[in-house]
Structure formats: structure tokens, C-alpha cells
């Protein structure tokens, strides 16, 4: 007598293959109502993460492209001579870490206020013939890093006013987009529980729906991977179509946006549409791993028969 | 081929169910498994399809101790039996056909090996004018029938069956009855569960009798022995 078989084939027939994808659309058109509820979320939620990794992004490209262009501005006490300007010009320069030093008199430095100002200039006639700018030094340097301590030396040395430089505004970029990163990834993990907990409800009910049959698939000797995976292309494609539709409209508002943003901040320097094709893989993976993780969730309880 | 060496059962709050049996099946029998309500008959069944596990002992189907099969090979020893339930549990959804097809198509068979074996049983149980129907146009009987194709299909050594005339009448059991005689005629070790005296005391075949979850009475052409 033969003795029992427990050993089976480990590939998959492409029949087979062609079963579950059938099995699983099949399920989802019967689910209709959950299935749209599912996608919808799934949808929503990768569509706000996109939109938050692109605009960090963003934010990110903007304050290191305004730190590369950082300079320190050394504005110097009244009433120096010729020869203490250039002596405080020389130590700046000897000073390791500089790489340009230009001199802006007084006079240079009215004159580029008024070309800011433009129409307005008008409003300079007040001042009549006095001039309130100091003199100052523009020092750039070759490491952005360096930027702070330069600053500091070179306050330090006598006759200088003070050095100022774009630290802050670069510093509360930072806190801004360190901020949105923690706000975002809070409602990130948010919206992923939610479109979780809406797959894996989908999930359970076509589980549900089925029991009778799972448990007969059971009996009649199907292994548990045979049962499970019409369940979890379900819960995949759910996730999967998500992501799709959040791309597309990810794709669609980004070119809105840097449409606006070109028309009227032109000098913001954003990255280019390639950013949401760039995260688009990424989108569809996080979807059809949510869909696959809430088809799991469901499955653990159910599959004992 | 089927060996229950000094198997218990115990329930989760303490009731047992079977305790201490031992009994050895051989290949090519047919065998009733009688008793009141409640004896035991349901879980020396369930235990044979390994739904449960024994509390003690050792169940020994062809040289395999099933305490001991991992989660995986479990359904590879279900590909062995064929399970009949009282209440039939087919699809609704699906024709006679393919709920006897469904058995072969999850483990894979071919289209051609799944038509060639499902048009054989549907002789077999007399129901190939009925491929095309849906089991609620069917009576008890032909669903029951039905049901049996469908536990044969995969070419079973043993089949496993839970009261499958209970909810039949007499003469649709006896139909049955013959269905099963003449699978073990081909070789299926048959194991029954059943309530059903004049089945049992015509077909003159081994019969085990449980009691309060011990074997008492083991005959070869028994009886049913009940007045019920």
C-alpha cells in the first residue's frame, strides 16, 4: 500500500495563479461598496504623505540651496579711518575658511537700498542728504558649517559693529520643516491605521462571506497559502489602486501648485515635477503593503477552521 | 492502516470525551462507529481528520502519528480522506460540477485529470443527468450524493463519514448506503459515524460501539444494538 503523501509541489501553476486572480477581482466587484471605501482611504492617506514628502522635500532643497548662498555681512563702526578699514579687511581675509572679501562703502550700499526699493524710493528723500548705512564687509566662505563661527571671530575684532549673516531665517526653515515632518508623520501613521483598519474590515467581510467555503477548502485538503492568497491579492490590489489614484492627483496638484508658485514667488527654487514621479514607487509600495498587512490582520483570526 | 493507541480526548472544562481507546482500522473496512448521543462517536470522527488533537495516545494513520504532523502537513494528509458531513456543506453558488471539481482544483489537478474524475464519480452517485444543476434544486439525497462524489473525488484511501443519512429518509439512506457499499467494494476504507439501527443491523459490518468515551463493543458483522 502506498503510504501518505505530505509532501507538495512547491511551484505555482500558472492555472493556479489565474484562480486567485480571479477569486480575489471576483470578490472585490461583490464587495463593491467597501472595496470603493477601502480604495478611497487608501487613496486619501498616501495622497496627504505624498503631499507631505514632496513639500519637505521642497523645503529641504530651499534651505540648503539659501545655506550655499550664505555670506556674512560685516558692518562696521562710524567714523573709521582708510587705514583701520583695511586693516580690519586684511585680518578678515587672513582668516581660515574665507574665501572673498568685498568692501561696500556707505555710498554703494544706499545706492543698491534705492535700486530695492525701486518705485518707492521716493520714501529714501526723508533722510535728505545723510546717509544711515555703515560701511560693511561682504565675506563668503567655503563651508556653510563655518559660516556661525566666522561670524563670531569676526565680530570680535575691533572696529567691527557687528557680523550678521542668514542663520536664522535658514535656522527657522529647519524648525519648519522639522515641525511639518513630525506633524506630518503623526498624521501619516494616522491615516495608515485608518486605511489598515478599512482594508482588513473589507477583508473580513469577503473572509466572512466565504467561511463555508474556506473551511471546505480546508477539509478537502488545500494548504493554508492556497486559501490565503486570493485574500491578500484582494487586500493588495485594494492598496495598490490607492496608490495610483493618489499619484494621479499628487501628479495634477504638484504641477498646480508650481504653476501658481512660478507666476507669482519666482525666485522659490522648487524642485521639478520629477519629485512625485520619484516618490510614485514608493507610494505604491506603502499602498500594497498596507493592502497586504490588512488582509493578514484579517486572515490570523479567520483561517482556523 | 488507522491505529488509536490508548487515544483520550479532554474538552476544555475537564469533560472527557474519549478515554484510553484503542482500535485498529485495516484497509478495506467498512465500519460503523455507534452509539448514544454525546458517547464520543463525533470526536473519534473529528480526530481522524485531525480538526482535533488527542489529549493522549497516539493516532497512527499509515505509519504517521497525527499528534505529531505540523500545521503544513496537515492538509496533505486531508488529500488522503474524504470527508461526508451530516449536513452535506456544499457551495450554493456553484454547480454540482464544480463544487465536485472545487475539491480537485485546490490542490492543483489538472482541467483534463478534473474532467475526466468528476464525470467518473457523477456515475458513480448517479447524479451525471444533474451536472449542470445548483444544490438547492436538488433533495436531501441527490445533495448527499453529491456531497460523497465529491469526498471520493481525489481517489481517497479512507472516507470519512459524520451521520450522512441523518437527515435523510429511509429509502434515500439506503441509496446512500448502497453508494458507500460500493466505494469500499473498490478498496476506500469507509469509517461512519451513524444513528441509523436498520442500516447498521442490515449491512452486517464491523461495528464499534462508544460509551462515555470508551469502545464497548468492537464486532465484526454487528449489530446496531440500541433500542432507539
Known amino acids: 500500500m502506498s503510504g501518505i503523501s505530505l509532501k507538495g509541489r512547491t511551484a505555482m501553476k500558472i492555472r493556479t495563479v489565474k484562480y486567485f486572480i480571479r477569486e480575489a477581482i471576483s470578490s472585490l466587484r461583490h464587495n463593491g461598496l467597501m472595496s470603493f471605501a477601502s480604495v478611497s482611504t487608501v487613496a486619501l492617506s498616501l495622497l496627504i504623505l505624498g503631499l507631505f514628502l514632496v513639500m519637505v522635500l521642497n523645503l529641504n532643497n530651499i534651505a540648503s540651496t539659501l545655506e550655499s548662498k550664505v555670506e556674512i555681512t560685516v558692518y562696521l563702526q562710524d567714523n573709521l579711518g582708510d587705514y583701520d578699514k583695511r586693516q580690519i579687511g586684511t585680518k578678515i581675509t587672513k582668516l581660515s575658511g574665507v574665501t572673498e572679501v568685498n568692501f561696500v562703502t556707505k555710498e554703494d550700499a544706499l545706492k543698491r537700498f534705492k535700486d530695492r526699493l525701486g518705485e518707492q524710493q521716493g520714501l529714501l528723500n526723508a533722510l535728505g542728504d545723510t546717509n544711515p548705512l555703515p560701511d560693511a564687509f561682504e565675506v563668503k566662505v567655503d563651508k556653510p558649517d563655518n559660516v556661525k563661527t566666522l561670524a563670531n571671530m569676526i565680530s570680535e575684532i575691533k572696529g567691527v559693529e557687528n557680523a550678521k549673516f542668514g542663520q536664522e531665517i535658514i535656522e527657522q526653515l529647519f524648525a519648519l520643516t522639522r515641525m511639518i515632518r513630525i506633524a506630518g508623520l503623526l498624521l501619516i501613521v494616522f491615516l495608515a491605521l485608518a486605511a489598515l483598519f478599512i482594508i482588513s474590515n473589507t477583508i473580513r467581510i469577503t473572509v466572512f462571506a466565504r467561511r463555508k467555503e474556506i473551511g471546505i477548502m480546508k477539509y478537502v485538503g488545500a494548504t493554508d497559502w492556497f486559501i490565503r492568497w486570493p485574500f491578500l491579492l484582494e487586500g493588495m490590489i485594494l492598496g495598490f489602486s490607492g496608490a495610483l489614484i493618489s499619484i494621479l492627483l499628487l501628479l495634477k496638484i504638484y504641477a498646480i501648485f508650481t504653476q501658481q508658485v512660478y507666476e507669482s514667488l519666482a525666485f522659490l527654487p522648487l524642485l521639478p515635477q520629477v519629485v512625485v514621479t520619484n516618490i510614485s514607487i514608493f507610494l505604491l509600495v506603502v499602498g500594497a503593503a498596507i493592502g497586504a498587512l490588512g488582509s493578514t490582520i484579517s486572515l490570523r483570526r479567520f483561517m482556523k477552521v | ?199 447498521v443491523d442490515a449491512m452486517k459490518k464491523r461495528v464499534i460501539a462508544i460509551e462515555q468515551g470508551c469502545i464497548v463493543r468492537d464486532q465484526p458483522k454487528g449489530a446496531y444494538g440500541y433500542e432507539d
Open chain 2, 1 to 199: 492502516m488507522i491505529s488509536f493507541q490508548g487515544v483520550s480526548k479532554v474538552y476544555g472544562k475537564g469533560s472527557v470525551a474519549l478515554s484510553d481507546v484503542t482500535v485498529d482500522i485495516e484497509k478495506g473496512d467498512f465500519i460503523f462507529v455507534v452509539g448514544p448521543s454525546g458517547a464520543g462517536k463525533s470526536t473519534f470522527i473529528k480526530l481522524l481528520f485531525r480538526e482535533i488533537l488527542p489529549t493522549n495516545g497516539r493516532l497512527v494513520i499509515n505509519g504517521r502519528d497525527i499528534g505529531k504532523l505540523t500545521l503544513a502537513e496537515v492538509p496533505y494528509l486531508r488529500r488522503n480522506l474524504g470527508i461526508v458531513f451530516q449536513d452535506y456543506r456544499l457551495l450554493p453558488n456553484k454547480t454540482v460540477y464544480d463544487n465536485i471539481a472545487f475539491a480537485m482544483e485546490v490542490i492543483e489537478a489538472s482541467r483534463r485529470e478534473i474532467q475526466r474524475r468528476v464525470n467518473h464519480v457523477l456515475n458513480l452517485v448517479n447524479l451525471s443527468s444533474k451536472t449542470d444543476t445548483y444544490p438547492n434544486q436538488l433533495s436531501g439525497g441527490e445533495q448527499q450524493r453529491v456531497a460523497i462524489a465529491r469526498a471520493i473525488v481525489n481517489n481517497p484511501q479512507v472516507v470519512i463519514a459524520d451521520e450522512p443519512t441523518g437527515n435523510l429518509d429511509p429509502d434515500t439512506s439506503w441509496e446512500i448506503m448502497k453508494i458507500f457499499e460500493r466505494i469500499n467494494k473498490g478498496g476506500t476504507t469507509i469509517v461512519m459515524a451513524t444513528h441509523d439501527k436498520p442500516v
